[in-house]
């Protein structure tokens, strides 16, 4: 079963042609570049640059699948949650192609896709438990089966993602911030540079705001008492307390609910620290981690493909009235 898969849910205009587990092809058309002159996504533009991009791409995805159209047997498509312009581009454009071609039309949530992505080019079956990282999401999920969803813990502000990326912009890092951070990050030195530990009532849940004001207050501090800061060492030691609450946390979580097996989702899941902390978390706790090619950590339709997959064999079938959603829980049905 091949199916032609696409994303937009943000500032990535990607089409993707797969067929079960594997990917024939994934074509990114990146928005970076523009939205790095405004140091963040500007929706408005995003919207506008996915109604350019996404016919070349879908052509350069069956071009580089070596098939034609007769050959697609469905459309998958990100419908939420994300920026709500962008993604009606996407789903506009897959209700379209769907119909034209008189195939079944998926609906697929991007948080769900996310989590797909480790099902690429591995074994990976459910049950397990999903850390899922993203710029605008933290949350953990028991993964019951391909499309049954238990969220235990979430973040109560700002995402993993938003801590980087503000810190980032604070210091006059480049977009993306938290990527730039991870990159010129040395070694941390917490004290040189203290950072909280933030608490939660839930067990199970993130806060990232505390620790994000904690480390602006730290810059302008410095700024004010013009005292030169080591930007890559405070950029390690926030990467550093960002990754060990997050391996912490989920650790904690699967030793407390069984699991022997835990994946790694999101944009954030491509950071360095993060994986470093995990894998020896699990390695230490005798748990199985599954972590996706650094190509498939941020939004892409390979993903988005192989989701839709297993949300077709379910019998999660959309129709022409299919909307976008800019918010929409993980386990929404």
């Known amino acids: 079963m091949k199916i032609l898969a696409i994303e937009s849910s943000c500032d990535e205009t990607s089409v993707a042609i797969t067929e079960k587990r594997r990917v024939l092809s994934n074509v990114v058309a990146t928005q970076i570049a523009e939205h790095k002159l405004y140091g963040g996504v500007v929706p408005e533009i995003a919207s506008r640059r996915h109604t350019e991009a996404i016919t070349g791409v879908c052509r350069e995805a069956i071009r580089q699948a070596n098939i034609s159209y007769d050959d697609i047997d469905a459309v998958a498509v990100t419908f939420a949650p994300g920026l709500i312009g962008a993604l009606l581009v996407g789903v506009n454009f897959a209700k379209g192609l769907a119909a034209s071609l008189s195939v079944p039309l998926i609906p697929v949530h991007h948080l769900?896709?996310?989590?797909?992505?480790?099902?690429?080019?591995?074994?990976?079956?459910?049950?397990?438990?999903?850390l899922t990282v993203s710029?605008?999401?933290?949350?953990?999920?028991?993964?019951?089966?391909?499309?049954?969803?238990?969220?235990?813990?979430?973040?109560?502000?700002?995402?993993?993602?938003e801590c980087f990326d503000k810190v980032a912009r604070t210091?006059?890092?480049?977009?993306?911030?938290?990527?730039?951070?991870?990159k010129i990050a040395t070694a941390p030195d917490e004290k040189r540079y203290p950072l909280p530990i933030p608490h939660t009532e839930g067990k199970y849940d993130f806060s990232f705001s505390g620790l994000k004001t904690a480390a602006i207050n730290l810059i302008h501090n410095c700024s004010?008492?013009?005292?030169?800061?080591?930007?890559?060492?405070?950029?390690?030691?926030?990467?550093?307390?960002?990754?060990?609450?997050?391996?912490?946390?989920?650790?904690?979580?699967?030793?407390?609910?069984?699991?022997?097996t835990i994946a790694l989702a999101g944009g954030v899941s491509a950071n360095?620290?993060?994986?470093?902390?995990?894998?020896?978390?699990?390695?230490?706790?005798?748990?199985?981690?599954?972590?996706?090619?650094?190509?498939?950590?941020?939004?892409?339709?390979?993903?988005?493909?192989?989701?839709?997959?297993?949300?077709?064999?379910?019998?999660?079938?959309?129709t022409l009235d299919l909307n976008a959603a800019a918010t929409m829980p993980i386990n929404y049905r």
């Open 272 to 318: 360095s620290e993060l994986r470093k902390l995990l894998s020896a978390a699990c390695e230490e706790n005798g748990i199985t981690l599954y972590k996706p090619e650094l190509k498939y950590c941020g939004d892409n339709a390979a993903m988005v493909g192989v989701g839709g997959y297993y949300e077709y064999l379910s019998g999660n079938i959309g």
């Open 171 to 182: 210091l006059g890092l480049s977009y993306p911030g938290g990527v730039t951070l991870d």
């Open 135 to 161: 710029g605008g999401n933290t949350i953990i999920t028991e993964v019951k089966d391909y499309t049954s969803f238990n969220p235990i813990g979430g973040t109560k502000d700002d995402a993993a993602g």
């Open 112 to 130: 769900r896709s996310h989590i797909a992505a480790n099902y690429i080019g591995s074994d990976l079956k459910p049950p397990f438990l999903c």
């Open 224 to 260: 004010q008492k013009n005292e030169e800061i080591d930007v890559p060492v405070l950029c390690a030691t926030l990467r550093h307390r960002v990754a060990e609450i997050l391996t912490d946390k989920t650790i904690t979580a699967a030793k407390d609910l069984g699991y022997s």
